[in-house]
């Protein structure tokens, strides 16, 4: 089956999370991706080594430039500038995560990209977003996680904590390709390309939200509380005979199961403890108690008995054990693909969205280090006697 975006053509200019993976997406429900780096590959490229070398990339390379084609460019050389423009005419999105000076120095701005071909859609992102003071700086995940207040509220009172896994990036992507998808719908309507912009710092102050304006309008004033829920109670990370779980529960009927469960059934009746909130409010004294029934049992029987009180509970997993899960095999969350500069196949993560009648696909690994080069420029009309003068000449 055809790819629900068969027929749209993207420029990836990406690099790192944000951009790529908005590009990844794109490309996953049947675009076609061409991912352009400068000649000796984006800086991007050998993040995470795992044995792939140079010309395969990292782990994070290979990760989120699946289903795309690749090509070498000097995009600053005249020459180079004159391919872009080619491939520009081609082109329904460009999705370029640089900052607005570096867009505009490459012809990368809306503007400009208009020049070549007024119905272009380009998806950019920012560290800061535009308006502010802050807008002309660079950012990273860590930056989105810190001004929001996230790494505050995370960890321990007193010692802000990162989460290591970059969600600030990945919801960014997820937004732009979701506002890529919508301008298309818009081009479709009316002819008519836009600038598709998201923002770090956006993306971590949405997600943060219901937070903020909790503080705004109660001063409540939260600080760290490790892994112990702010809003209902008991939520925490529990130690085991031999592992650790986490468990959540939310409103009167899971509270109610859980405290049979555990033999506090005169805690129904305290007055403390009546909603929620106010059950997160002595959140360390349902942490204390689940902390003691869960240091009575192994992982498998916590999980049993939590599961047969339907309470949301699973065990905390290692990388490994994530990797080794029989449900996440089960299900197909990640499959083994095979990549020419690995000699084992990869655990590569699908579209992480079903639809029913046109699902994203998986059609080819992420490209070696200029692998399409030469068959991009063939198919803009360069015979191969010029693509081995533009290659001789450094610009590609």
């Known amino acids: 089956m055809a790819g ?67 090509m070498t460019l000097d995009p600053a050389a005249p020459k180079g500038r004159e391919i872009v423009k080619r491939l520009l005419a081609t082109a329904d999105i460009v999705v370029a995560n640089l900052p607005p000076r570096v867009l505009r120095s490459l012809s990368l701005d809306l503007e400009s990209l208009r020049r070549v ?28 996680q810190a001004m929001s207040g996230a790494a505050y509220l995370s960890g321990a009172a007193g ?13 960014t992507a997820c937004l732009c390709a979701f506002g890529a998808l919508a301008a298309l719908l818009e081009r479709g309507k009316t002819g008519r390309g836009q600038k598709v912009e998201g923002a770090l710092l956006r993306t971590a102050l949405a997600f943060a939200n219901a937070h903020l304006i909790e503080q705004a309008l109660t001063r409540v004033n939260r600080i760290a509380t490790l892994n112990r829920a702010f809003h ?43 909603d929620d909130q106010s059950r997160a409010d002595h959140g360390e004294i349902f942490s204390a108690r689940m902390a ?54 990869l655990p590569l993560a699908p579209t992480p969205i079903e639809l029913s009648e046109t699902a994203g696909s998986y059609r080819r690994p992420a490209p070696l280090l200029g692998e399409h080069t030469a068959a991009i420029l063939k198919n803009l009309g360069y015979e191969e006697a010029e693509i081995a003068a533009l290659e001789a000449e450094g610009v590609i």
Not at 123 to 138: D, E, I, N, Q
Not at 166 to 171: L, Q, T
């Open 4 to 70: 629900v975006l068969e027929g749209i053509r993207v420029l990836d200019f990406g690099r790192y999370i944000a951009g790529p993976f908005c590009a990844a997406l794109l490309a996953d429900l049947g675009a076609e991706v061409i991912r352009i780096e400068r000649k000796g590959g984006g800086e991007d490229r050998p993040i995470i080594p795992v044995g792939a070398g140079p010309e395969g990339g990292g782990a994070m390379y290979l990760a989120m430039n699946r289903n795309k084609l690749g």
């Open 117 to 144: 071909k007024p119905d272009i859609i380009l998806v950019t992102v920012t560290g800061f977003g535009a308006g502010g003071p802050l807008s002309h700086k660079h950012g990273f995940d860590g930056i989105g």
């Open 159 to 171: 010692q802000p904590t990162v989460a290591k896994y970059p969600w600030v990036d990945f919801g």
């Open 232 to 274: 209902s109670a008991p939520g925490d990370y529990f130690r085991t005979r031999d592992g650790w779980i986490v468990m959540t529960v939310i409103g009167e009927p899971m509270f109610r199961r859980w405290a049979r469960m555990v033999g506090e059934e005169h805690w129904l009746s305290d007055p403390r403890f009546g």
């Open 292 to 345: 003691l029934w869960c240091g009575e049992r192994t992982t498998a029987e916590a999980l049993a008995a939590l599961e047969e009180a339907s309470i949301v509970a699973s065990e905390v997993l290692s990388p490994q054990e994530a990797l080794d899960h029989p449900h996440i095999r089960a299900a197909r969350l990640l499959e083994e693909k095979t990549h020419p500069a690995l000699s084992r196949t």
